[in-house]
């Protein structure tokens, strides 16, 4: 427990400058509007990945947290470090005085630390209760073995360059065609949609799950799991997770259509408003993507389908937006900036310098009086020293 105290400042302010990133992107995204390819706006979500996965930063002069100045920006800063000498002498207790501000003790933070653990245990086990209650109705089920359905994913397979076996498996109780694992992927179907959809609207269904296979968007699902865990507790987090899975749907329609016919939009949009009216929403678990995650996002999806037109416009822009957003958030504040570090202006852990001369006096150095204000200020360096004089 005294490591997650000493270690729960970091994980807040790595939460702290992710929100700055996740307003940020949404502003960029709400910008840029259509100019933006799905791919790319599904892509300005694995910064926001990035800098909550990762516990250390590269101090630059151009962070935009020199301007923020976000609790923890100059941890990095460098301490100056002092040598006291040591004296032979009876060691005896002083009194303590009441003018001297003692630095609370670590263990009246420890109702913090076991609120965050509780909160990650929580969602952590609802993620795992509902993995295993999919997973153990999907291992009870034997795979489909109707020749042209497996045919016609084969040749899905073969057009998108996807060697991942795939296994095919039809479940009762899932409404919409799910996939499920990474390692060894299966794609759940509901019960009577092979046999009730046409060719074409097959095709159509295989060209979207297998766009999540090409993506790794089932691993991504889970590295999101994990940062979810332990970031419970920034609703922006959960905001910006929410954006990612629609964004993610809007991206495996784009690349699916990038692999259909030419003038397939029409035919394919139908397909998913088919799915919508038959079937229904997917079930969420950890380790699944659906062809239909979202229905409030479906307007979107279909205006996206009937516009979609394969290009390449807007590469120079999602390039500039990553640098640039990459390199102003994903770095930290620079410390020391002007010569001096954050808590040297404060003065909050400014180093006495100690000497035999002036070591509880007044001449040369710090007088008794400044030491004694500096401890009411909470400055360890004077507490000890006023404590050893």
Known sequence: MQTLISHFPALLKMSAQASVLIVLVLAAQWVCGRRLQPRWRCALWLLVLLRLALPWTIPTPVSRFNVLELPGASQGAPTQSITIPVIEAPVSQ??????????????????????????????????????????????????????????????CKALMHVGTPVTLIELQGIESPTLLGFLRPRLLLPAGLATSFSREELRHVFLHELAHIKRGDILAGWLMLALQIVHWFNPLVWVAFYRLRVDRELACDALALSYARPGENESYGLTIIKLLERFGR??????????????????ERITMIAKFHKTERGLALAVCLLAGLGVVTLTDAQSGRNGTSGDARSGASQPLQLTQNNKGTGTPGWSLQEKLNLAETGNQWAVYDLWDA
């Open 282 to 299: 997917a079930v969420w678990a950890p380790g699944l993507a659906g062809i239909l995650e979202n229905k409030k996002q479906m307007k």
């Open 94 to 155: 002083p009194a303590r005085s009441p003018h001297i501000a003692v630095p609370a003790a670590p263990a009246k933070r420890y109702w913090l630390a076991w609120l965050w653990a509780g909160g990650a245990l929580f969602v952590a086990g609802c993620a795992a209760f509902g993995h295993y209650r999919v997973h153990r109705r999907v291992m009870r089920q034997r795979p489909l073995t109707h020749g042209p359905t497996l045919d016609l994913l084969e040749d």
